[in-house]
Nanobody, 127 residues
Framework: QVQLVESGGGLVPPGGSLRLSCAASERTVSTLAVAWFRQAPGKEREYVAALKRGQGTTYAANSVRGRFTVSRDNGKNTVYLQMNQLKPEDTAVYYC????????????????????WGQGTQVTVST
């Protein structure tokens, strides 16, 4: 059973930055495919970015590409989501999710791909 704990959310003005963390236990992050999703009030959960197991190839949704970066620190067993140039529409609860499988690229953005989920962390972009 993989446990995921997110942290790093908060209130930030438009144009600001935040770094979210997703700490994993019971399994080394390099053996997991990990993704970030977000859900705004009244909206469906949305894929944000993903990092494949092994070499750690990264992918990002069109809406955040060039602003958000996902990375991994094997020593800390943690996956990060660096968010720059934040916009009010980025406001949401952010979740990290993981699978012990090796999903193909076309399935990385599907929530059903991932069997482990964190509790979420709130990100609010506002003046």
């Amino acid at each position: 059973q993989v446990q995921l704990v997110e942290s790093g959310g908060g209130l930030v003005p438009p144009g600001g930055s935040l770094r979210l963390s997703c700490a994993a236990s019971e399994r080394t992050v390099s053996t997991l495919a990990v993704a970030w999703f977000r859900q705004a009030p009244g909206k469906e959960r949305e894929y944000v970015a993903a990092l494949k197991r092994g070499q750690g190839t990264t992918y990002a949704a069109n809406s955040v590409r060039g602003r958000f970066t996902v990375s991994r620190d094997n020593g800390k067993n943690t996956v990060y989501l660096q968010m720059n140039q934040l916009k009010p529409e980025d406001t949401a609860v952010y979740y990290c999710a993981a699978t012990v499988g090796s999903p193909i690229v076309s399935s990385l953005h599907h929530a059903a791909t991932y069997e482990y989920w964190g509790q979420g962390t709130q990100v609010t972009v506002s003046t």
